[in-house]
């Protein structure tokens, strides 16, 4: 037969169940913070600069481990340490989250030059090295930016010389960076570009991005996790009907 809990006990369990609670939550958090860290990390898609691989108010996971560790790819870039460990290099035609030397947030581009090449544009065509990379037109759309503005682009197919492949898009062959002097890449540093050619602000912009040291690599672009139009946040649900993109989600960057 058993008989009632007294009150002590009664407050001793519940001080036990609380104790437990906490200790699950911080659990939770340490793995949270360790996976963040080492493993994988999401960024958002704020602006049409890699549109139409990345669209605005896309979500992704960019891979730590991949090109290593660094200062840039910890959740505090403050400490004071320079350098990088377990890295390896990143790939012509990665799609890499980085950290502009002149900026203070991160960005997504393309790695287009390795130390050493030479870059220019010329009439929209990308040259690597005095030789253009072969693009052919696939097709036109209307593309919008972040502010709204609707404009018609040409679609191109861009294939770099390692055969990686994807699309590019250019309002037209005559913007500001489709004519441009030859860029030379430092030893250690990479040029990036986005694939929306006339919207996006990359390494062709030299007091804006510039040549990307290899410290400043947080990850590789892997996966899109999430999509919904518009930059609206995701935790507003009852907006998700007729804006989530379900058709992107958990599919590859490199598809």
């Known amino acids: ?12 369990t519940g001080k036990g169940e609380l104790r ?3 200790v699950v939550i911080v659990q939770a958090l340490l793995i949270a ?25 896309d979500y992704i996971l960019a891979s730590k481990y991949t090109y290593g560790y660094s200062r840039y790819s910890l959740p505090y870039s403050e400490v004071p340490w320079h350098g990088r460990v377990l890295g390896n ?50 097709g036109t759309k209307i593309d919008r930016d972040s502010t709204g503005v609707e404009l018609p682009v040409l679609l191109y197919r861009e294939t770099l010389p390692s055969g990686v492949s994807y699309t590019t898009q250019e309002i037209s062959d005559t913007a500001q960076f489709d004519n441009t002097g030859v860029y030379t890449v430092p030893p250690g540093h990479y040029f990036m570009m986005g694939d929306n050619r006339d919207r996006s602000l ?23 996790f999430f ?22 989600m958990f599919t590859s960057v490199y598809e």
């Open 202 to 224: 990359d390494s062709r912009s030299l007091s804006s991005v510039g040549y990307v040291p290899f410290e400043n690599f947080v990850g590789k672009a892997e996966w899109r």
């Open 1 to 12: 037969m058993s008989t009632p809990m007294s009150d002590a006990a009664k407050k001793k």
């Open 33 to 57: 913070l360790v996976f963040r860290t080492f493993a994988f990390e999401p960024f958002s898609i704020p602006t049409a600069s890699m549109q139409s691989n990345l669209m605005i108010g």
């Open 227 to 248: 999509s919904i139009t518009d930059n609206i946040p995701p935790w507003q649900i009852w907006r998700w009907p007729g804006n989530v993109r379900f058709d992107r």
């Open 89 to 138: 290099a990143p790939q012509r035609g990665d799609v890499a989250v980085f950290r502009p030397v002149p900026q203070s947030e991160n960005y997504v581009k393309r790695v287009i030059g390795l130390p050493g090449d030479r870059i220019q544009m010329i009439e929209g065509v990308l040259h690597i090295n005095e030789e253009p990379v072969v693009r052919e037109q696939i």
């Open 20 to 22: 437990e609670t906490v």
